[in-house]
DNA sequence: CTTCCAGCATAAGCACTTCTTGGGTCATAC
DNA sequence: GTATGACCCAAGAAGTGCTTATGCTGGAAG
């Protein structure tokens, strides 16, 4: 079986003309392109290399192994190069997948520095929620996907975070939960909130988890909230607030890139927090552009 | 540095998806495989598969290495084929250069046979007396060259045959010479002579090495020869000696496709012999086509 | 829910390959 | 004649690859 060595070695010695010139270009001792030599045209059945005293001549399955060596070892330099850049950031590319809220401004920011740092990685987004975006990460249809949680409350199911124990967790962002309420609520003006005062509230939730987490929360606090309306769609929660029609407990980020109409934020005491992070396999977190990725993430919401 | 085997267990492992098949595919074991990989991912500085409970996929920096394989494999391959056939006489090409008379009738029964035996190599054949045959064998543009020596006179020069110790000898035919007189020569009838028969005549001689060897054993008969006429052209010796010109001592080769005209063949005693060799490098004696043909060349001849 | 099975990782031991070192021979150049 | 450069050979050391044995994990079946 023909080994690249073998063919670097040939190479050498045909372009050279000489084992010990070859050696020097090669940076071993000349023994050693003999050998390399010998245990080549033994596994060729035939002589390579003619020595006739002052000069190396090649035989015809010289000629022939040096023409195919060209072609072998410019592929073979070609696939180290690519591979090269792509474990060198130069090259690549890295699928992410977030949960729509996400992608408003945590995203776009870790997607602006990640083309500044390193512009021959391309990176493609796409939203999906959490139980989706496991999946696809799953199926390898993505690299990384951020998707958040809710820190366990006690006495409640913990089967939310249970699916991620076999994959890489990478906290990105504590996303705290502010109330919101309508700008003539009794609270408005306040500016802070216990779960209690707003007991007698009707409530707007978000999504599903959001929605059962909320729950789990006032009930800890002592009471069943009046979940009048759910919605996946944020800004839909906030024009329902907006039009007085009940408060919501919605993260920070969620506030970050717009401004509420006819609704107005206030603290929400005790405090409850979202964990953003970012997911992605075991094996994944070590190529080097998933990593990097990370990162930019990471520093994304460190601002 | 990636070597040919890693990308053969690559591919496999990619084919396969699993590392436990592509053991069973390569013929070796599971750890093997196992080590390969890692070893290959250590050279690429990213890794190339990532294990994800039930199946195998490639990174990006795998998927790029793969298809790079295929033709760096592929190549490698048809290296390995090119050079089975040259090396299994099924292709290839042997340059033989002969002395004149040698190529009437010892050369096509050669090249006949070679053709019959190995109809994928082909044999070129050109034309040069030996110490200009010597010297394209010694520059690489022939593989055999076929030359002829007499041997050793006592008291002669001995520089005709030591240019060759350093070659392969390879006997293929004594040629024993033969008189040639005129039809009307008193020695015609007789069948036989000696040489100093035919002190008194003057003489055809052949080839300039032909020449001095004629000289040598005549002298050692006790004689000199008076030569009238040298020729390279033994048809030309022939016709000469049919002309009633001279007398000559001709290799019986030269006869065996000729029948002269005007002149008669005579057994010469005592007997000498010009011996016919195939000449070639040492290490090109060891390609299987020149192998071949060397053996080839010793049949023709002793037939 | 437990058990079984298939597959991968790891460690240790062994064999093979490959490299280097230190000889030696031959040819060429001064 | 000597010196130099190139190759070969042999022996020893280093490294690499393979195998066996073992543990671990995840998925499937009972």
Partial sequence: MIEARHLRVLRAVARTGSFSAAARELGCTQPAVSQQMKALEQSAGTPLLVRTGREMRLTQAGEALVRHAAGILAGLSAAEDEVAAIAGLRAGRVRLVSFPSGSSTLVPTALARMRAAHPGVRVSLDEAEPPRSIELLRNGECEIALAFRYPEVPGADPSAGAEWDDLVVRPVLSDRLTGLVPDGHRLARAGAARFTDLAGDPWIAGCPRCRTHLVEVCERAGFTPRIDFATDDYPAVIGLVGAGLGVAALPELTLA???????????????????????????????????????QLADAAGR
């Avoid at 005790?270 to 990097?292: F, K, M, S």
């Fill in 257 to 295: 890139s717009v401004r509420p109409k006819g609704a107005t934020a206030v603290r929400l005491e005790p405090a409850v927090h979202r964990e953003i992070v970012a997911l992605t396999l075991p094996d994944l977190a070590h190529v080097p552009a998933v990593g990097a990725m990370l990162d």
